[in-house]
Nanobody
Framework: QVQLVESGGGLVQAGGSLRLSCLAS????????MGWYRQAPGKQRELVAG???????NYADSVKGRFTISRDNAKNTVYLQMNSLKPEDTAVYYC????????????????WGQGTQVTVSS
């Protein structure tokens, strides 16, 4: 069993910064791509940033230059550093990862965290 546990959300003023963390916990598994998505009220969930196991990254246009995704493979953790936050960044942020248990016959599965609220006040 593997779980993704996010932390680091909260309330911040416009122009401020937050750092989100997501830990993949469990035993005997491996991870490929990891990423962050967000969902604002009344809107669809959207990709914010992604990172491969090799460290290649991609970002939504709306966050390029402000957000940075990184990962620590030894700690099974992905981070999202969010700078110059804007009110339109307000959303629930979800961690996502492709994970496979190191057991015979197991295939890659996509996992989601429970979400962490980020609120940016103007």
């Amino acid at each position: 069993q593997v779980q993704l546990v996010e932390s680091g959300g909260g309330l911040v003023q416009a122009g401020g910064s937050l750092r989100l963390s997501c830990l993949a916990s469990g035993i005997n598994f491996e991870i490929k791509a990891m990423g962050w998505y967000r969902q604002a009220p009344g809107k669809q969930r959207e990709l914010v940033a992604g990172i491969t196991s090799g460290g290649s990254t991609n970002y939504a246009d709306s966050v390029k230059g402000r957000f940075t995704i990184s990962r620590d493979n030894a700690k099974n953790t992905v981070y999202l550093q969010m700078n110059s936050l804007k009110p339109e960044d307000t959303a629930v942020y979800y961690c996502n990862a492709d994970i496979r248990l190191r057991l015979a016959g197991q295939t890659w599965r996509n996992y989601w965290g429970q979400g962490t609220q980020v609120t940016v006040s103007s």
